[in-house]
């Protein structure tokens, strides 16, 4: 693309309304127009000069302001359906995504998942999204911003009859002693804050230059802050994990790289008293039956031992005792532990007995641990029990097949196989709590229920954010921007002497009433005249022009 050279020499990039120097109309169609447009100085903007390549086509499609809004547009509406099922992170773990949103929610709960609402936040076309509006920002901002910086840079003092008739506020005077008068006005321009630049004994005053950038600070914060949510995604950047601890187990914790365990002491749950405690609490009481008043885990943090060989059980070194509580996290390192929820008598093991089911003799004691069984438990003397299956959440299926709903033992059922010296080859009986079956007929040995045992178990949110520092820069960056845009204006004064009449111009990105009443108190009592607002005589000549039709 050629550059365009104006009459005072300054070379202007290819497609420039307003000479970035003197201000001198360029374009024919813009000479017919009473006021010119003064939002990026008449500057020459990439996405309205160029469009040939495939890349000219990208910059101009991310370079519109409707196409920026719109992007956001979707993504809130995205966020906002996000919200009407819960996220597959707070679904229970009984069953999968793909079953449970279809099972729960019929249709629209299959269609949720198809489309990945599931999973929103993390799923690719969501991030797609997020990057779009983060990409048009950039792209917007710069299309702006260059060419606006460089018209305002090199704006001179001296600017041409064209511009300046063409302002909203323009006027021209008769002054006698026009030093005398100039002297005062540079005086209290001064008073009133503003730079002046004389040049061939014209003046232009300027304040609140850095005003016009505060949009683009903004979007500065934007990229960031949108930079810092995205960064969630980075694996080691964001942890949101849930971990159940049972009493007396030591559990590795999520996202450390096996580097760190946590072994729960004990669960303790305190509830308010309706004869003790505060009396706020009795309809709550009454209502629900239980209050927890306090609930918390004393745990011991561990530290796997440098000294620890791979594939051998893991050589702890204790790190801390705490007593986790809500809103008393355990922090170490990067990570925090919260105490978020609890469950209370789980069942943990089952005892049986091997019992002759005519005389009721026993001949043997068996436990098993519900999380982990044994295959087969030898009871001495030619007795012994084998688990064949073992089912820790049972529910038969539409084929009247036994399956598991989750591996929480919710409901445990065995098929046992009971091998006596009387049945070498052993009977064969499926056990759930208060339901016995002999698939092959009557058994001569049934598996007697002897007793349970149970554990309180405790659910700790595992979170590690590495992003927080970059979204609060992004939002003290967005704040800057914002209040550097709201409460300044950029206000320009031209007063420039032309065959011995003095012509004023002004301008201002906002606040044209603010402009007006100042430059009343400038000029007032210093025999130049104020200018007028040409763009009400526009509104008042078009008013009378349709009167009288």
Known sequence: MKQVKCECGHVNPHGTVLCESCGRVLVEEEKKKKLV???????????????????????????????GVTLIIITLAA?????????????????????????????AGKLYYLLGFHNLYSSWWYLLLIASIGIS???CSLDRVVPLYRALKNQKVSRHEGFLKRQRLFGTS????????????????????????????????????FSRWGPYINHIGLIIFLAGGMLRFVPGMYVDELLWVREGETAVIPETDGEYYLENHQFILEVYDKDKDNEAFNNAIENSGMVAKNFQSDVTLYK???????????ILDKVQDYELRVNEPLKFENFALYQQSYKLDELNKMSFALTNKENNEEFGDLTIDLYNPQDEYDLGDGYKVEVMSYFPDFEFDENSEPVTKSRIPNNPAFIFKMITPDKPDGEVSFVAIKQTIEPFGDNEFKMAFKGVETKNV???????DLTLGVLAVG?????IGVVQGAYWN????????????????????????????????????TGINEPKDQSDESDKSIESNSKEE
Not at 37 to 44: K, T
């Open 37 to 67: 447009d003064m939002r990026y100085e008449g500057s020459a903007r990439r996405s309205q000069t160029y469009n040939k390549t495939i890349i000219d086509k990208i910059w101009n499609f991310f370079s519109s302001v409707k196409v």
């Open 79 to 107: 966020s906002a359906i996000g919200t009407i099922f819960p996220q597959e992170m707070y679904i229970p773990t009984t069953e999968p995504a793909s079953v449970y949103y279809e099972s729960q929610y019929g249709v």
């Open 137 to 139: 920002l950039v792209i």
């Open 174 to 209: 008769q002054v006698e002693e026009l030093d005398s008068s100039y002297e005062l006005v540079k005086e209290k321009l001064k008073k009133n804050r503003y730079n002046i630049r004389e040049e061939n004994g014209n003046i232009l005053a300027e304040k609140g230059r």
């Open 304 to 314: 796997k031992s440098a000294e620890t060989v791979a594939g051998e059980e893991p």
């Open 458 to 464: 405790t659910a700790l949110t595992v979170r590690k």
């Open 475 to 479: 939002g003290f960056i967005f704040m």
């Open 490 to 525: 950029h206000r320009r004064i031209w007063i420039r002497r032309v065959d011995g009449e003095v012509w004023v111009a002004g301008h201002t990105n906002k606040n044209w009433h603010g402009l007006k009443r100042e430059i009343s108190t400038i000029f007032d009592g």
